[in-house]
């Protein structure tokens, strides 16, 4: 019966015929859907890229701080980056719940949250690579 199913949709669509179904495949698939164009509609007035450029350094500085209490050596100095950390942090979450939404054209808010939440994730996962140094206080 699956088979019938795959002659009838090949019939249906040519473009379709025999699907490859190979992860690689359905990711080029993905990736063919992509479009830039909510990127740069980001970027398309100077204030916007103004705008989204500063919540992008909100969230890049909001990742500094987590990484910087990686060179912490006493508490004093751990305990000052995370207060940074959590400044900067509660800063963005507020950023991103009431201005972004105001922000960002509706049609490309999700592309713009994304894209600054991604700075502050490569940030983590930049932390999560390096050795804590508050381990070795004493």
Known sequence: ???EAGRLASTND???GNMDT???AAALRRLRKFSKGHVKSLFATRKLAYSTSLLIVI?????????ASTTSRTSNALLAWNCGYTF?????YGVLYAVSPELFPTKDRGTGNAIVA?????????VGLQPFSYMKMN
């Open 1 to 3: 019966m699956l088979e």
């Open 14 to 16: 040519p473009e379709m």
């Open 22 to 24: 190979s992860a690689k």
């Open 59 to 67: 969230w890049v500085l909001t990742g500094v701080f987590l990484f």
């Open 88 to 92: 900067t942090s509660n800063v963005m």
């Open 118 to 126: 991604t700075a502050n994730r490569i940030f983590g996962i930049m």
